[in-house]
């Protein structure tokens, strides 16, 4: 008689493994999805500096009031910083504006609250505090006043919420709809590939161990942070 | 020698296709006697625009590269994907009929026809590199290998930016804007090959 013996036992090991990779790996992307939330955090923080540096260049009427005098755009006279701060669920980024450090070319004291001021096209008045006139100079004309000037607009017109549009426009749809696309983290989180890589080993064995490592490497490898920007 | 950079060539190429599709504005630009012509994409931010743009009132387009990225996994380490903003300032088509009607016009169309020009993913790419067999210098024997380059991908985005605030004192000074953001994928000879 020719005989024929299946062991289900195999078998059974084996999709008992795949389930258990696949279950430890959804609940390590679970766990680690702090993580994730921070890469995707500091990757905006990063791309907004650079990003709001080529705005201002192009728009410097728009947005000179956020940058120390005469250096719109220059990576190193941000008057604006960001932070973040995360949780399980999301990263919150917060944007607050420097104080002026130096003074205007036409003044010797920095402008309080410059950016500030500015931004929300607030109206100052300025006073004499020791003089007994107010000094100053338009288009190389001196004038002499005593009492209050009072300046609408110091930082004119186009200055007013501009920043807050801009940082509006970044993180409502630049970074996701451009930024994000462009380092392809979409399509990279759209491919099982890590998932796929350790699989085969994880039904012989040790899965629950591979499952939560293939996690880890997926998020620790997304594009972002350190594994895009040059 | 010219050593040109990819953005140079995008907007050279842009350039090219506007004596087809926008003839009123590359007209505007006519060759210079005894000078470089110009060709109106001027780095951000646009402080030294010849007086010949600013006293006709003329239309041209800042650019700024403000990022470079590694193309993320799907590529090889050498393809670079680098952005810049392109703002299109409207200016006057028409010196003797300089309105508001005519700035806003002249940005919108422009924008729009840049946006149809570059939105084409693999295909404006190889159509740039079909450019760049023709530009000066660039194919010479002796052109730096380092900056040739060979275009994959261009995109364009919108972006909500502009200059909206409007200069009732001064009507005449008042020039609206729109912004794309250009994404554009390429390559070029590294320094180990």
Known sequence: ?230 | MVIYRPENIINLYVWEQFKTHAPAFYNLYGPTSGGTDIVPFFPAPANNLPTAVLDNDLPYIMFDKFSRVRSGYKYFYPIKTDQMRYTIVGGSLYDINRNQQDRYATTINLTSLIQNILDREDDAAQDINEFTKNLPDYNDANYPELNRYSFHCVNVYQSGFTDTQQDVANFMEYNPTRDLIVKYDYHAKQFNE
Do not use: C
Request: charged content about 25%.
């Open chain 1, 1 to 230: 008689m020719i005989t024929a013996r299946i062991k289900g036992e195999k078998v059974i090991k084996m999709l008992k493994n795949s389930v258990e990779y696949t279950g430890a790996f959804a609940s390590e992307l679970k766990r680690n999805q702090d993580i994730l939330n921070r890469k995707v955090g500091e990757e905006s923080i990063d791309v907004f500096y650079l990003y709001l540096d080529g705005l201002a260049r192009s728009h410097p009427g728009m947005l000179h009031h956020v940058y120390e005098w005469g250096n719109v755009g220059n990576p190193a006279e941000r008057l604006f910083e960001l932070t973040m701060s995360v949780n399980k669920t999301s990263a919150v980024i917060d944007a607050e504006f420097l104080q002026s450090m130096v003074p205007s070319p036409t003044s010797t004291e920095p402008f309080y609250d410059k950016a500030q001021i500015m931004e929300e096209g607030r109206t100052v008045t300025i006073n004499q505090v020791e003089a007994d006139v107010l000094f100053f100079e338009i288009d190389g004309e001196e004038f002499f006043r005593s009492g209050p000037i009072v300046i609408a607009n110091p930082g004119g017109e186009a200055t007013r919420g501009s920043f807050v549009q801009a940082f509006d426009e970044f993180y409502g749809s630049y970074f996701t709809e451009v930024h994000l696309r462009a380092i392809r983290f979409y399509q990279y989180f759209a491919n099982p590939k890590v998932f796929e890589k350790y699989f085969a080993s994880a039904t012989k064995g040790g899965a629950s161990s591979k499952g939560k490592k293939a996690a880890l490497s997926w998020i620790m490898n997304a594009p972002g942070g350190n594994n895009g920007n040059l």
